[in-house]
């Protein structure tokens, strides 16, 4: 079993910056990807961004593309995201989540372990 820890949330002015941490532990940990969701008051959650655990290439959503950074630490089992020029709207739950099995990474169903959440709060 992998359990998955967020940490880094809180209350940021717009404009500001957050880093968020994912820590992983439990089982040798060799996800196949992992990515950061999030989900805001009355709305589905949705992706964010996405790293290949093996190489590190990563995918954005059009949203956060240019704002939002995702990077990893292999030897640590960490990932990170690192939000810049936050806005009201980037208010949400932020979730991170970890896919053991080849396939789309932007796909939320296709992920086997998922954190409990970390609330960022962005202030206008």
């Known amino acids: 079993q992998v359990q998955l820890v967020e940490s880094g949330g809180g209350l940021v002015q717009a404009g500001g910056s957050l880093r968020l941490s994912c820590a992983a532990s439990g089982r040798i940990f060799s996800p196949y990807g992992m990515g950061w969701f999030r989900q805001a008051p009355a709305k589905d959650r949705e992706f964010l961004a996405t790293?290949?655990?093996?190489?590190?290439?990563?995918s954005y959503s059009v949203s956060v593309k240019g704002r939002f950074t995702i990077s990893r630490d292999t030897a640590k089992n960490t990932v990170y995201l690192q939000m810049n020029s936050l806005k009201p709207e980037d208010t949400a739950i932020y979730y991170c989540?970890?896919?053991?099995?080849?396939?789309?990474?932007?796909?939320?169903?296709?992920?086997?372990?998922w954190g409990q959440g970390t609330q960022v709060t962005v202030s206008s």
């Open positions: 790293i290949r655990w093996s190489g590190g290439s990563t």
């Open positions: 989540a970890a896919r053991s099995s080849s396939g789309p990474l932007s796909a939320q169903g296709g992920y086997d372990y």
